[in-house]
């Protein structure tokens, strides 16, 4: 798994910048706060205008699908109104995962995120093994990658700069990408078809 780049400073120069209250290491110290300050601010600022750019879940051009032959922990990758997007097959085991790191999310509850009203809960999904979400990147557009499998936690994870998603596509904290995957308009016709584009 990728990783942020993380900054190495000798032990030596940690204990000196942030213990020592000596008045000639109080600027950087300032600085240090500002510049965390800034971060938090941007990270609030990105969702926000996100938010505001996309005011509803994609609708239109409806397209159907059948799902007889997606088996369980298997994604299906289509092409919808020149984007990506997603159809997961949950297992019983990932769906019940999604409760385990809410802490970790920025929107855990879905209250800032785009997608249909009947979507709104915590699997985001009409029926809880069926997912279907647009695949890019909240951050800057990319194309997360699916990781699963003995031993992996679930999620998806985003090559350009690392943005994790879970698999109701709700973001963790660690990555850049500011709100959670958007999820599109669609209905379910019978156990095995999906119709996106049309409640």
């Not at 159907?64 to 097959?89: E, M, N, S, Y």
Request: net charge positive; hydrophobic share 30%.
């Amino acid at each position: 798994m990728a990783h942020p780049e993380r900054l190495h400073t000798p032990s030596s120069r940690l204990s000196t910048t942030f213990m020592n209250d000596d008045p000639s290491h109080r600027p950087q110290r300032r600085r240090l706060q500002v510049l965390a300050g800034i971060c938090a601010i941007g990270t609030g600022v990105g969702a926000a205008r996100y938010l505001t750019g996309h005011t509803r879940p994609p609708t239109g051009n409806p397209v159907a699908t059948d799902l007889a032959d997606l088996q369980p922990g298997k994604l299906r990758v289509l092409d919808w109104q020149g984007r990506t997007l997603w159809i997961l097959r949950r297992t019983a085991e990932e769906v019940s995962a999604l409760a385990d790191h809410e802490s970790e999310l920025i929107d855990p509850h879905c209250q800032h995120s785009l997608q249909p009203e009947n979507c709104r809960n915590r699997h985001r999904s009409l029926h809880s093994n069926v997912f279907v979400a647009i695949g890019q990147c909240t951050h800057q557009g990319c194309t997360p990658q699916l990781r699963n499998g003995p031993g992996v936690r679930s999620e998806f994870l985003c090559p350009c700069h690392t943005s994790r998603f879970d698999l109701a596509g709700r973001v963790f904290r660690s990555g850049p990408a500011p709100a959670n995957l958007v999820i599109p308009v669609y209905r379910l016709d019978g156990d095995n078809r999906v119709v996106i584009g049309e409640a």
